[in-house]
């Protein structure tokens, strides 16, 4: 079972930025596309961001195109979610994912096309 662990989350004012990490100990992330999730209280799963393993970037979701970035450190094994200008709606835990669709990120976003979900990290954002 792929275990993978988001860190970074936070509180922080409106405007400012965070970055959270996805990390595999056991695992090589190298090959997968790799996404990024968020459920805020009271809402659906959203999904935000995947990478694929040649590093091409989809959007899912539109409210976050403009502010949040997706990269990846194959050396360090771990994937990087960089949020800007960030506003009280960003507010929920952020997952990232593995895609099922191997290196590929899939179209949608549908969650039930990503695995291995964690605990999440929680992004709080308030003045």
């Known amino acids: 079972q792929v275990q993978l662990v988001e860190s970074g989350g936070g509180l922080v004012q409106p405007g400012g930025s965070l970055r959270l990490s996805c990390a595999a100990s056991d695992f090589t992330l190298d090959y997968y596309a790799i996404g990024w999730f968020r459920q805020a209280p009271g809402k659906e799963r959203e999904g935000l961001i995947c990478?694929?393993?040649?590093?091409?970037?989809?959007y899912y979701a539109d409210s976050v195109k403009g502010r949040f970035t997706i990269s990846r450190d194959n050396a360090k094994n771990t994937v990087y979610l960089q949020m800007n200008s960030l506003k009280p709606e960003d507010t929920a835990v952020y997952y990232c994912?593995?895609?099922?669709?191997?290196?590929?990120?899939?179209?949608?976003?549908?969650?039930?096309?990503?695995?291995?979900w964690g605990q999440g990290t929680q992004v709080t954002v308030s003045s």
């Open positions: 994912v593995i895609s099922l669709g191997g290196p590929f990120c899939t179209v949608g976003g549908a969650d039930t096309d990503f695995g291995s």
């Open positions: 990478i694929s393993s040649t590093d091409a970037s989809t």
